[in-house]
């Protein structure tokens, strides 16, 4: 029986859909193979809490609990942390130090995706296509009129690392950059603003499956707010359409270009790319590599269109992981 801890909760504004995945990867994973523990991690603290909603505290010298006089250690950790410190590299680095696998990518791939900046950087000389975009960091002169011209409107501001559209703003009239622009700031103090593409929005799960690269069926997403943000995600405001109203020729291009991403970056584990199509080409907007996995959530639904079992899917994880 391995002992796999499920680390959940995290330091940014995303940690209760991080606590709602952690608490699916709990409730479904096969306890005939394996034994799972709750780890909640916070800035102000790190424990397990068991079925009673006791906690017990985390030796984080070498990531163990202590229950009853008998110590536990992990020979897997299940990572459902969105955002930091479980999306950024520093889980990845420190279970990389301590030797015990992780089921996410490693630290590089995830502190690379999770700067959506330097991500797109480093995937341009690939040919992979992505919108046209402008860099602010906090305490930079702002030109409006350079932002515009670069972009055009209406443009999207986006606070560079941050997840599930916290600090992102559709902005229509140059008046409303510099509000958008603080809101970008209270989430993170570098900025991407990125011009608007308008087109069919798409998610694309891509997974190592059996030991294989493997692409999900693909979403479409139809926000009814005026674009996919928090309220669209997690409240329903949004239709999520598996698998997408997409021509064959876009569904091929798409699924390569996201196996490509996926691949050029040595990803393992989990990954979700969104995608717009502008002039019938995919535009690459981010990759996320600890998706959403909650019974809503784009990549469990994805996984179940191919046929595949979130209880399948999660023991997958696990056992690449363990490889």
């Known amino acids: 029986m391995k002992h796999i801890a499920i680390i959940m909760g995290g330091y940014s504004s995303e940690y209760q859909i991080s606590l709602k995945s952690g608490n699916v990867v709990y409730e479904t994973l096969d306890t005939s193979k394996y034994k799972a523990y709750r780890i909640h991690i916070f800035e102000n603290r790190w424990v397990y809490v068991d079925d009673n909603d006791e906690e017990y505290s985390i030796d984080k010298n070498d990531f163990s609990i202590n229950v009853s006089n008998y110590k536990v250690t992990f020979d897997c950790v299940f990572n459902a942390i969105h955002g930091s410190p479980g999306e950024d590299g520093f889980m990845q680095a420190y279970f990389k130090l301590l030797n015990i696998p992780q089921t996410s990518c490693s630290m590089y791939q995830a502190g690379l995706t999770f700067n959506k900046r330097d991500l797109l950087s480093v995937l341009k000389p690939y040919g992979i296509k992505t919108a046209e975009s402008f860099y602010i960091n906090l305490g930079d002169s702002i030109n409006e009129d350079d932002i515009v011209a670069k972009v055009g409107l209406p443009c ?149 269109a191919a046929g595949i079992s979130l209880s399948d899917l999660f023991s997958n994880a696990i056992e690449e992981a363990l490889k």
């Open 156 to 304: 999207f501001v986006k606070a560079n690392k941050a997840g599930s559209s916290f600090g992102v703003s559709k902005v229509h009239k140059k008046e409303d950059l510099q509000n958008a622009i603080n809101v970008a700031f209270r989430e993170d103090d570098e900025i991407i603003i990125e011009s608007f593409l308008d087109g069919t929005e798409v998610s694309v799960g891509v997974i190592t499956y059996r030991g294989e690269t493997k692409v999900l069926p693909i979403t479409e997403i139809v926000s009814e707010n005026d674009f996919f943000d928090y309220e669209a995600k997690y409240q329903g405001k949004s239709q999520e359409i598996t698998p997408a109203r997409l021509t064959k020729e876009q569904e091929d291009k798409v699924t390569v270009e996201a196996k490509k991403v996926y691949e050029i970056l040595k990803m393992s584990g989990f990954s979700r790319s969104e995608f717009i199509f502008k002039n019938n080409e995919p535009h690459l907007l981010e990759v996320n590599t600890v998706p959403g996995l909650t019974k809503e959530s784009i990549l469990p639904q994805q996984a179940a």
